[in-house]
């Protein structure tokens, strides 16, 4: 049995306060979750560079688009052409839906996850399946710039000898 998953993904529409190509909100996502797996830093230090990133990203701009962003599209999801819809608000809900062969929608309420399977069955996303698409939606609409979001954000240390 192959377990790999191929996804691509073409964005065609995007809907957001933020003047960011579609490209760059992924590569920012990518670059930006790489900080959520290393050890403890000052917390002075971590409040500063997020108060770049919240300049940089045009935080509170975002959140005030209580709307949310929207994200549509084409792609292949588990290896079938797919059409997706994701709705990222900035209080840390969301709801991402790929419609295929083998259509899934999951979405997070602000306090439980939850999916509807390909079959129509509901039921309740748990552990680190939850935890991977909080974090992914989180990113891309910017609520782990929140200070309410639960992510403990850390600096990624300095190798001795380098700036």
């Known amino acids: 049995m192959n377990t790999k998953m191929n996804h691509q993904v073409s964005i065609t529409r995007v809907s957001a306060?933020?003047?960011?190509?579609?490209?760059?909100?992924?590569?920012?996502?990518f670059i930006l979750l790489n900080a959520f797996v290393?050890?403890?830093?000052?917390?002075?230090?971590?409040?500063?560079?997020?108060?770049?990133?919240?300049?940089?990203?045009?935080y509170e701009n975002l959140k005030t688009f209580e709307r949310g962003i929207e994200l549509e599209g084409r792609g292949i999801a588990f290896g079938l052409e797919c059409c997706f819809r994701s709705l990222i608000l900035p209080d840390g809900r969301f709801r991402n839906?790929?419609?295929?062969?083998?259509?899934?929608?999951?979405?997070?309420?602000?306090?439980?996850g939850w999916m509807i399977d390909f079959s129509g069955m509901p039921g309740h996303l748990e552990s680190v399946t939850l935890e991977t698409?909080?974090?992914r939606n989180w990113v891309l609409g910017g609520y782990w710039l929140d200070p309410?979001?639960?992510?403990?954000?850390?600096?990624?240390?300095?190798?001795?000898?380098?700036?």
């Open 17 to 29: 306060v933020f003047s960011m190509k579609p490209a760059g909100i992924l590569i920012l996502s």
């Open 38 to 58: 290393v050890p403890a830093q000052a917390d002075d230090q971590v409040q500063a560079v997020l108060d770049r990133v919240r300049d940089a990203v045009g």
């Open 97 to 112: 839906e790929i419609d295929s062969e083998l259509s899934i929608t999951v979405g997070f309420d602000g306090k439980k």
């Open 148 to 163: 309410a979001c639960p992510l403990v954000i850390t600096l990624d240390p300095q190798p001795e000898g380098e700036p």
């Open 133 to 135: 698409v909080k974090i």
